[in-house]
């Protein structure tokens, strides 16, 4: 796969906003080796919480795959402190190492990362190896996304909420139109980001309902030749390819591996390609 000169460039300038999704963070693992769960497993586990019918339903439901309805069922049924309780364990407790993905983001030095993911990976990652003040997070819920947008400071966007406030979690389906009617002004920020900037979606299943929504919203309201990218596996059937580009304004670039061990050497790739260029024509 060759990254495209457009997209190189927009990178060089910092015009490109890195969306993070699970598959971002599926190969890390903590120091027993234990990785973060799958959205099948995360609802399957949470579902034990219920009572046997519920639990029943919801697993009947996650195995149809219609996880925002095994999600509603379970955010509505299960005792908020099991809830929170699982959430810390699962995504803040465990001290999940960073991979060679984050590594190569963080140097290509991306403005803003925008992610869905609740767990803390990158954002430690990137503390550890730079000035305690060069990135700031901003969840959905905080007011400040806008002034750390508009200064120096490097922005990571948690548009789904963080593992460090559970109760917070946007998870079902009333939890993403709650998020939106209570915190315009963030959804708004991120509408407008996705309008001014190339984003490249990195681990994402693209059937996040809110960036569906922001996407839809985006190329209706104002068209532009310069689409967005999307890091995925083949597979799709050419009519959905078509459909994605014409709907989202989405160009993917497919990679042929289904375990998705590709990923970081076409991130290193990438970021090569970028630092290479910033130092021909002396951007630091």
């Not at 995360?42 to 996880?67: G, R």
Request: contains cysteine; aromatic residues 8%.
């Amino acid at each position: 796969m060759e990254w495209p000169t457009s997209l190189i460039e927009e990178f060089v300038h910092r015009r490109v906003i890195v969306f993070l999704g699970a598959g971002a963070s599926v190969s890390a693992t903590d120091n027993q080796g234990k990785h973060l769960p799958t959205w099948d497993l995360l609802l399957t586990e949470l579902s034990k919480y219920l009572a046997a019918d519920a639990s029943m339903l919801a697993q009947d439901l996650i195995k149809a795959k219609q996880y925002l309805d095994a999600a509603q069922v379970i955010t509505d049924l299960i005792n908020p402190a099991d809830f929170n309780g699982y959430i810390r364990r699962t995504f803040k407790e465990p001290r999940y190492k960073h991979t060679a993905l984050h590594e190569h983001i963080n140097e290509i030095d991306p403005k803003i990362i925008i992610t869905t993911n609740y767990d803390e990976i990158y954002e430690k990652y990137c503390d550890s190896v730079g000035d305690v003040n060069s990135h700031n997070v901003c969840r959905y819920t905080d007011n400040y996304a806008l002034n750390d947008i508009r200064s120096n400071t490097r922005v990571i966007l948690k548009s789904h909420g963080c593992s460090t406030d559970p109760g917070n979690i946007v998870l079902s389906r009333s939890s993403y139109f709650e998020a939106r009617r209570e915190n315009p002004e963030f959804f708004s920020i991120l509408n407008s980001l996705f309008l001014i900037n190339t984003v490249l979606f990195i681990g994402c299943s693209l059937t996040d309902p809110d960036i569906q929504l922001i996407l839809e919203n985006v190329n209706l309201s104002a068209p532009s030749l310069h689409p967005h990218y999307a890091l995925v596996p083949v597979g799709r059937h050419p009519s959905l390819v078509t459909s994605i580009e014409r709907t989202y304004n989405i160009r993917l670039l497919e990679y042929d591996d289904p375990t998705h061990a590709l990923v970081p050497d076409l991130i290193q790739d990438l970021k090569d390609a970028v630092l290479e260029r910033r130092e021909a024509i002396g951007i630091p």
